[in-house]
């Protein structure tokens, strides 16, 4: 390969969670915020498989957990995993098993389910903080050593 010739992958991810507010908000800004730092080429977003939250900003104790860690995701909305999607990124990460069951329902086809991944390793959950302000620290710890993970993967 010649040295004067720079070459750009553009990968798209997508993460997902219930709403759109907790979670999957948190890994956009995380995984946003890696790929800056590192220079990835990569668009990432995230999406809820409910509906509940559309066009909602995220819950104000996943806000204030990622400024606390130098991530701004005040900006983001939230909006709904729909089939596009898969045409629309290259990996998309889950947070639990229903959120996993609830994408794949919706795949077409086996390329569609290849696509889907837990983000955590071994199908391990992340945790809902919604119901227990204590979680969002240590859910924001494990969703920023995941994403560091795949960051840190080749393509």
């Known amino acids: 390969m010649r040295p004067d010739i720079e070459i750009f992958i553009r990968m798209k991810i997508l993460m997902v969670c219930l709403g759109n507010i907790c979670r999957s908000p948190l890994a956009e800004g995380i995984m946003r915020h890696l790929a800056a730092t590192r220079g990835l080429n990569w668009e990432i977003d995230s999406a809820g498989t409910g509906n509940w939250h559309v066009g909602h900003a995220p819950d104000h104790r996943s806000v204030k957990e990622a400024r606390k860690n130098g991530v701004d995701i005040s900006g983001l909305r939230g909006r709904q995993f729909q089939v ?43 945790p809902d903080p919604w119901f227990d302000d204590a979680l969002f620290t240590p859910v924001y710890k494990m969703i920023f050593e995941a994403c560091e993970n795949i960051a840190d993967q080749p393509l």
């Not at 077409?108 to 955590?120: M, T």
């Open 84 to 126: 596009a999607d898969f045409d629309a990124f290259d990996r998309i990460y889950v947070m639990d098993r229903n959120n996993y069951a609830d994408v794949i329902r919706q795949a077409r086809n086996a390329a569609d389910k290849a696509k889907v991944h837990y983000l955590l390793p071994e199908q391990q959950e992340v």
